[in-house]
């Protein structure tokens, strides 16, 4: 049995939901379920018994040494994270009360359990750490892409919050023997995914014929990694990572954010003809310290576990447009409540003003 945390968000409930069909080993699901984690992205599994669901916070002590206690898994696999950069501006006290201080409670549990094994069992064990790119912060037009030895410069709230975290799980390592390993992956898309981001976002709001905002020029470039490989990515790392080793996980897709948005504009044509979106697109004001480029070299997983994404951007997309088109229902019922007021707070006062 492994525990994942953070299960019920997007990249976590993709990543339990692809492990069921890969292989048949329990999971306990431990997740807050705050504004993004969703029980209706783990619906499929409701009367499964290999999936265990539990309600609380990374940072209960009692309740994490209770569930390690009591069904004993070889791996923690942790996604749970406050996440997004733009509400780590609006509100970073969040941010560090879960992604730093709830990491190092989870840490300091895990090392206490891993200790008390039997010999087997805590060679066989596992603490795999999930965070971003954002820790090392931005790149040049010109300068080579993230590795897994790039100096941490996070610019963020949220990054910041995150590179904290991949401090700690070193620090454990290093200093505890704690077998951890930790991945960096580059900007996620995909089924499930809360619409806040930026694919998600546009195709709720082209559909509903809304503007589609673009922060600043557009010209920001990030590397996208379709879900599906990711969680592919996170199984191979679990199963033959080196102990204290940390993975960069990309998709081998830089693109400008306005050529995403183009491209999703098309793509959408071809499923809903007669449309123009790219007459909805809208120019904001750029976010506060918007870092210019990421980009993932991910030739460590590759060399080291034969991992490499199967997904181009262009069948990555054309597979997640049609999931959003399929499966209107959820759409609906994650957009409402406090991500409507997100959206007021983010875009709305600058969507109808292209620069």
Not at 171 to 186: I, K, R
Not at 230 to 257: F, K
């Amino acid at each position: 049995m492994i525990l994942v945390t953070g299960a019920a968000g997007f990249i976590g409930a993709n990543f339990v939901l692809d492990w069921f069909v890969e292989r048949d080993e329990p999971v306990v699901n431990l997740d807050l379920l705050t504004y993004a984690g969703n029980l209706g992205n783990l619906a499929s599994l409701r009367d499964d018994p290999r999936h265990v669901f539990v309600r609380g916070d990374i940072g209960d002590r009692t309740l994490v040494e209770g569930l390690l206690g009591r069904y004993r898994p070889r791996a923690i696999v942790n996604f749970a994270a406050e996440s997004h950069v733009d509400r780590s501006i609006h509100g970073p006290a969040e941010f560090i009360a879960t992604n730093v201080v709830g990491s190092f409670n989870l840490l300091d549990v895990a090392k206490a359990h891993w200790l008390a094994l039997p010999d087997a069992e805590r060679e066989a064990f596992r603490f795999l750490h999930v965070s971003t790119d954002e820790v090392y912060g931005s790149l040049g037009p010109g300068d080579p892409a993230f590795s897994e030895t790039t100096p941490y410069a996070p610019n963020s709230p949220y990054s910041a919050s995150k590179a904290a975290s991949d401090h700690l799980v070193r620090a454990y390592h290093h200093t505890y023997g704690l077998p951890t390993l930790t991945s960096n992956c580059s900007n996620n898309y995909g089924p499930l995914q809360f619409p806040e981001k930026l694919i998600p976002l546009m195709i709720v709001n082209a559909l509903a014929g809304k503007p589609l905002p673009v922060y600043g020029d557009g010209q920001n470039v990030r590397d996208w990694l379709y879900v599906g490989d990711h969680c592919s990515a996170l199984r191979a790392v679990l199963d033959g990572g080196r102990p204290g080793e940390t993975y960069n996980v990309g998709g081998n897709a830089e693109i400008r954010n306005l050529d995403v948005v183009h491209t999703l504009c098309r793509v959408l044509a071809e499923c809903v003809p007669g449309r123009d979106f790219t007459q909805q697109i809208a120019f904001v004001k750029d976010r506060p310290g918007h870092d210019r480029r990421y980009a993932i070299d991910a030739s460590k997983i590759r060399h080291e576990l034969a991992w490499a994404p199967r997904e181009t951007f262009a069948t990555g997309l054309a597979r997640t447009v049609r999931w959003y088109l399929d499966h209107r229902a959820w759409v609906d019922a994650v957009t409402s409540g406090e991500y409507q007021k997100w959206i007021s707070l983010n875009y709305e006062a600058g969507a109808s003003d292209p620069a």
